[in-house]
């Protein structure tokens, strides 16, 4: 499959000069959550919502008090629109962030994690165990625990979600998508309890299950996180991430193979 039949065509762009809430304003109205950013008509890289969880929320700042380009992200990778699914994966590992998509210099679009898992589920005929690409340790916070302490765990442990529990059962997810779409857009408290602003529909699957399965499940459901379980219980974590990687380590082993 190549690049133009899976990136995100007509790419949310904003200005690195505008502020964080004029960002937000413009992100809600398209519902897209990562737009690319730009001066004096140039790409200089994407604001995602790792930048403002960071950058605003755990910093205790306000939307209005930060522009764009003091808390983006100025790393991302270039594709062409007839690379394959293969080189975006590979194009993505190398810079560990989002890519643009370009032809004779104009944007044509830009492809996530998100969008590399959907091709995959698409066209896979070869789904391996998703064990080995999975996180085993995951983290969690209490249903009551304050917005500000579960941004504050975020930050320190550098993962983009968090279970949320209550009475010892896990009951949702709290991811950077709700932090930025839920909370700060939704203008919330930091003091509020964690679970107000949780995912709580929570969409898991069996460990046991295949790379294939956990893509098609991530795509339909649009979700960039999965939790899985054994034995009735959440045991780990499988991310969009960790699918890229995966099919990045399975076309590189065959590049490998004699």
Known sequence: MKVREFMSSNP???GSNITIAEALDRMKERDV???????EGEI???????????????ARLTPHQVKVEDVMSRRYGVLRPDETLADAA???MKVKARLVVLEDGQLLGVVTAADIVRAYAGTATVSPPLRPYATWEVLKVHYQASVREAVRIMKVERVGSLLVEE??????IFTERDAVKRFLVGGGDPCDPVGKYSTLDLITLDANATLVE????MANAK????????EGEIKGIITARDVVEAIWRMTTEEELAP
Not at 214 to 217: C, E, Q, R, T, V
Request: charged share 30%.
């Open 33 to 39: 959550w990562s737009p690319v950013v730009r001066e």
């Open 214 to 217: 956990a893509a098609k499940l």
């Open 90 to 92: 590979r194009a993505m």
């Open 167 to 172: 009475e010892r059962k896990i009951k949702g």
């Open 223 to 230: 979700i960039k996180r999965l939790p899985l379980t054994s």
């Open 44 to 58: 200089i890289g994407f604001l995602t919502e790792r930048d403002i969880l960071t950058g605003i929320i755990a």
């Open 12 to 14: 949310l762009v904003v």
